[in-house]
């Protein structure tokens, strides 16, 4: 279940707020190579003031096309 950072820093999903534009961009070529795993702990969508139930392996973006943009949070 291991997937690559490389869509979601292309696409914009995976920035680094707060961090001047040069700096982000030479730290998330970086990232870009690497892969990850998301395991969330928590469904706090649901309300539960503490984590209940077991971890779950989570997916992530990996091209495009699989995050419906009116899903999205867009923050300027």
Same mark, same amino acid.
Do not use: N
């Given at each position: 279940?291991?997937?690559? *950072?490389?869509?979601? %820093?292309?696409? !914009?999903?995976?920035?680094?707020? #707060?961090? $001047? ?18 395991? *969330?702990?928590?469904? %706090?969508?649901? !309300?539960?003031?503490?984590?209940? #139930?077991? $971890? ?21």
């Amino acid at each position: 279940m291991w997937h690559s *950072h490389e869509c979601m %820093v292309k696409s !914009g999903v995976l920035f680094l707020p #707060g961090v $001047p534009g040069p700096v982000e961009r030479k730290d998330l070529e970086k990232v870009a190579k690497t892969y990850g795993k998301t395991i *969330h702990f928590w469904q %706090v969508d649901r !309300g539960d003031e503490l984590p209940l #139930g077991l $971890p779950q392996v989570m997916m992530a973006l990996t091209r495009d096309g699989q995050l419906y943009p009116s899903l999205a949070i867009v923050s300027v």
